[in-house]
């Protein structure tokens, strides 16, 4: 890869952003300071060891640490130069579209191509207001996917979170297109296993998160109005060693499989000093069948928690309590006799039997009550799966289960 420095500007956004596309995208580096013929005559050297210097240190924690560094003018004189060749007109650029009879890569004749080459090809027997622009490949090495799963790693430049249902700008293949995302992670007892790269299990089951788990989002709070974290926001170092996303394409895609992955927000100001990559990951399953939501994403096991809040009525004794305002007066609390629940100040209860005809219910605290200012509890969380509807998912809560089940 090249990285074309302009010499009197230095590093600027879109030439950071290139760098953080070329350490994911590839393994060698040159650094190019451009523009050199615009520096004072008597200062040009001093300048240039200057950048190089800066360009440098900015290199020193990337892997391109110790890449060449050169300097060069590419254009002297610049744009308006004599000798600049004039652009060609509509006309003109028809014109030479007719004359192509092999194959052209900027204008240029070529004998042949590799792969990611933008190329003319002149076809015989082939009607050209057919097709305008397509991709050259061998049978079924590509693939033309609504949706993907794919595996996801933020770029640390980026500052904003990567949320549910957040749209992002996604170039896959050849292609950018805008895609909605949904994250979910391993469960939390599967955080520290070894994240497998070229491949996605259906057969096992994922955590849904509100939004990418890193280590720099804040603790949710544990206070007695907030006795849960919000789903997607990691307790203190804690994260999953590999997570994922569902991107849905606002149009088919065609890439090949296990491709590269970036995500951007190209809607961002350009002139900001941000960086708009935010994200990126291999595609792992394509989803082909148009019909996907019906077809195969019942098979993707996506599961959240989710938690029921009450409030202690009242304290009993030192081993028991009275709740209230988890459940309606018509539920049948003898469903939910057995479950746990956990107070504010930290005890573990069990749910022992309904009180009254208003919904209340008695707690055991086997462990007893430490805090006689208990104000309020929560069930243990149950899981509610995503069942997909249309091409949304929405959370279908199974209920709460029988004691034992």
């Keep these: 890869m090249m990285l074309v420095i302009d010499v009197t500007k230095g590093m600027q956004t879109q030439s950071a952003e290139c760098l953080v596309i070329g350490q994911i995208a590839c393994q060698k580096l040159i650094v190019v300071l451009n523009k050199t013929d615009l520096l004072a005559e008597g200062k040009k ?58 194959m052209q890569m900027f204008h240029m004749p070529v004998t042949s191509a590799m792969q990611g080459d933008r190329l003319g090809i002149c076809v015989t027997q082939f009607d050209p207001k057919l097709l305008e622009r397509g991709l050259v490949c061998a049978p079924e090495s590509l693939h033309t996917v609504h949706a993907a799963i794919i595996s996801v790693e933020k770029i640390p430049y980026f500052r904003g979170p990567l949320q549910t249902k957040a749209k992002f700008h996604i170039t896959l293949g050849h292609e950018t297109v805008m895609g909605r995302l949904m994250f979910f992670s391993p469960a939390p007892d599967n955080f520290d296993h070894e994240p497998v ?78 960086c708009r990559l935010a994200f990126h990951g291999i595609l792992l399953h394509g989803l082909e069948d148009k019909n996907y939501t019906e077809s195969l994403l019942p098979k993707l096991r996506v599961y959240k928690l989710k938690h029921k809040h009450g409030f202690v ?93």
């Excluded at 240190?57 to 308006?80: C, D, H, Q, Y």
């Excluded at 200012?373 to 199974?398: C, G, H, M």
């Design 45 to 102: 050297q001093a300048a240039i060891e200057k950048m190089t210097k800066k360009m440098q240190k900015t290199l020193e924690n990337t892997k391109f640490r110790g890449a060449p560094i050169i300097s060069v003018a590419a254009k002297p004189g610049g744009p308006e130069a004599p000798e600049t060749e004039a652009p060609q007109g509509i006309s003109e650029l028809i014109e030479v579209v007719k004359k192509v009879k092999s």
């Design 197 to 274: 790269l070229n491949t996605f299990d259906f057969s096992r089951e994922y955590l849904f998160q509100e939004q990418y788990l890193c280590k720099d989002l804040e603790p949710g709070s544990t206070g007695s109005d907030q006795a849960t974290e919000k789903a997607g926001q990691a307790t203190e170092g804690l994260c999953p060693r590999q997570q994922w996303a569902l991107v849905e394409f606002e149009k088919p895609v065609t890439c090949p499989r296990l491709c590269l992955v970036i995500g951007f927000r190209l809607n961002a100001d350009i002139h900001a000093n941000m």
């Design 313 to 405: 009525e009242r304290v009993i004794d030192d081993y028991s309590v009275i709740g209230r305002s988890l459940f309606k007066k018509e539920t049948n609390i003898q469903l939910f006799v057995g479950l746990k629940v956990h107070l504010s100040t930290g005890e573990l209860g069990i749910i022992d039997s309904s009180f009254g005809q208003s919904g209340k219910f008695k707690i055991n605290i086997p462990g007893k009550i430490e805090c006689c200012s208990v104000e309020s509890l929560v069930l243990a969380p149950d899981r509610a799966w995503f069942k997909p509807q249309s091409t949304t998912y929405q959370i279908d809560n199974l209920g709460w289960p029988r004691p034992g089940v």
